[in-house]
């Protein structure tokens, strides 16, 4: 750990800020939480009491005048990411930025050029690239475990934030423009694809809305009716990428539950399973056709050369963003590949509609 130690604030006190950010900033880095800033008082309060943080904030931009802090962590729902996250950065300070970091390709360019304009390091989750798992299987990809890539599969997706996640605060925005199935669970299985196989050259897609109406089903909100037919809750997208692959993500609201592996990487020469639960640091499943050596099965795979970092929690970004600062180095969650699976979603719904397939222009 660095000798320094890091002050951060916290945009965004919601659900995902008090199940992953908060109570993980000082074991994940030697840092400390100074401010936690949210347009709903109480919920900016109570992450003060319930964490010891001495200054809380309903307004980013008071934030930034008044507060002494390094790293901002924006947490907010997803339409507010843009204008968040340009406050901050024009503040000169450095930023992890919540899925998807801006709404457009554009504004995101903007948001990367003017961290690079005042110097400050840029991180944008999700955090799939420092996965373990994946990890591990990239390295047994590299030394030819499963021999000759052929393609890559990824079921990413849940019964809707909704469904399964206690939350204190509405979750009616996921259902509304800016925000939905795609931006929200998507962005992992393009995130998770693009990492193992690198950029994607052309995509299509097809599209439904499979629950025109949700129930909120715990937290404060119980009860409540949410008209959700405006945007497509169910994807299953198609990618050929730029090594000539292929790949296939099936995701969404609408799976309940599911017994599939999260991810499935075929060679010539075997296959790689990773299952979902990737915060247990699981070590992927391999099997094996090499019957030179008398093997065709699941077999245990081992780490060859170095064993990669596991995972403590998902504030595990601020440990990339500070190793960057430090190193002087890029990050591994870089706002470049963000940008690559970001124009992917904004393509996807012209994919959807003409049912053709879409060039990409960006890569990382
Ligand atoms: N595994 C994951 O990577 C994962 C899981 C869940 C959520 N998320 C992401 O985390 C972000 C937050 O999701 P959540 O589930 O915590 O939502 P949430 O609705 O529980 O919390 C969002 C909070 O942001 C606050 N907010 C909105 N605009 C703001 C602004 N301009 N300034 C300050 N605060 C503002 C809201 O009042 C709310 O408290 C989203 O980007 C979501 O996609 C990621």
């Given at each position: 750990?660095?000798?320094?130690k890091?002050?951060?604030?916290?945009?965004?006190?919601?659900?995902?800020?008090n199940?992953?950010?908060?109570?993980?900033?000082?074991k994940e880095?030697?840092?400390?939480?100074?401010a936690?800033?949210?347009?709903?008082?109480?919920?900016?309060?109570?992450?003060?009491?319930?964490?010891?943080?001495?200054?809380?904030?309903t307004?980013?931009?008071?934030?930034?005048?008044?507060?002494?802090?390094d790293?901002?962590?924006d947490a907010?729902s997803i339409?507010?990411h843009?204008e968040?996250?340009?406050?901050?950065?024009g503040a000169?300070?450095?930023?992890?930025?919540q899925?998807p970091?801006?709404?457009?390709?554009?504004l995101l360019?903007?948001q990367?050029?003017?961290?690079?304009?005042k110097?400050?390091?840029?991180?944008?989750?999700?955090?799939?690239?420092?996965r373990?798992?994946?990890?591990?299987?990239?390295?047994?990809?590299?030394?030819?475990?499963?021999?000759e890539?052929?393609?890559i599969?990824?079921?990413v997706a849940?019964?809707g934030?909704?469904?399964f996640?206690?939350?204190?605060?509405?979750?009616?925005w996921?259902f509304?423009d800016?925000?939905?199935?795609l931006?929200?669970?998507g962005?992992?299985?393009?995130?998770i694809?693009?990492?193992m196989?690198?950029?994607?050259?052309?995509?299509?897609?097809?599209a439904?809305?499979?629950?025109?109406?949700?129930t909120?089903r715990?937290g404060?909100?119980?009860?409540?009716k949410?008209?959700a037919?405006?945007?497509?809750?169910?994807?299953f997208?198609?990618?050929?990428?730029?090594n000539g692959k292929?790949?296939?993500?099936?995701?969404?609201?609408?799976q309940?539950a599911?017994k599939?592996?999260?991810?499935?990487?075929?060679?010539?020469?075997?296959?790689i399973?990773l299952?979902s639960g990737?915060?247990?640091?699981?070590m992927?499943?391999?099997?094996?056709?090499?019957p030179?050596?008398?093997?065709?099965?699941?077999?245990?795979p081992?780490?060859?050369?170095s064993?990669p970092?596991?995972?403590?929690?998902?504030?595990?970004?601020?440990?990339?963003?500070?190793e960057a600062?430090e190193?002087?180095?890029?990050?591994?969650?870089?706002?470049?590949h963000?940008?690559?699976?970001?124009e992917?979603m904004?393509?996807?719904?012209?994919?959807?509609k003409?049912?053709?397939t879409?060039?990409?222009?960006?890569?990382f």
């Amino acid at each position: 750990m660095s000798a320094k130690k890091w002050k951060v604030a916290v945009v965004g006190c919601g659900t995902f800020a008090n199940d992953q950010y908060f109570p993980n900033i000082a074991k994940e880095a030697n840092a400390v939480c100074v401010a936690a800033c949210d347009i709903v008082p109480e919920r900016a309060q109570s992450a003060c009491e319930k964490y010891g943080i001495p200054e809380w904030y309903t307004s980013v931009y008071e934030m930034l005048e008044k507060c002494d802090f390094d790293i901002a962590i924006d947490a907010t729902s997803i339409q507010a990411h843009h204008e968040v996250n340009m406050a901050i950065l024009g503040a000169g300070k450095h930023l992890i930025s919540q899925k998807p970091a801006a709404p457009t390709v554009e504004l995101l360019t903007e948001q990367i050029e003017l961290a690079k304009n005042k110097g400050v390091k840029f991180v944008c989750v999700p955090i799939h690239p420092m996965r373990f798992d994946l990890a591990v299987a990239k390295q047994m990809i590299a030394d030819g475990a499963i021999g000759e890539l052929s393609y890559i599969k990824c079921n990413v997706a849940h019964g809707g934030p909704n469904y399964f996640q206690y939350r204190d605060a509405d979750p009616t925005w996921f259902f509304e423009d800016g925000a939905g199935a795609l931006v929200d669970m998507g962005v992992h299985g393009i995130q998770i694809v693009t990492h193992m196989f690198g950029p994607a050259k052309k995509i299509s897609c097809l599209a439904a809305v499979t629950t025109p109406e949700r129930t909120v089903r715990s937290g404060k909100f119980d009860g409540k009716k949410i008209k959700a037919d405006k945007i497509p809750d169910q994807y299953f997208i198609n990618i050929t990428f730029a090594n000539g692959k292929i790949g296939f993500i099936d995701t969404g609201f609408s799976q309940k539950a599911s017994k599939q592996p999260q991810l499935e990487i075929y060679g010539s020469e075997g296959t790689i399973s990773l299952t979902s639960g990737y915060m247990q640091n699981p070590m992927p499943s391999v099997y094996m056709d090499a019957p030179e050596r008398g093997i065709r099965g699941w077999v245990e795979p081992m780490t060859w050369t170095s064993i990669p970092k596991k995972l403590i929690s998902q504030c595990c970004c601020l440990r990339d963003i500070i190793e960057a600062i430090e190193g002087e180095c890029d990050p591994m969650l870089t706002p470049e590949h963000a940008r690559h699976v970001l124009e992917i979603m904004c393509k996807i719904p012209e994919a959807v509609k003409t049912g053709a397939t879409v060039e990409l222009e960006t890569t990382f």
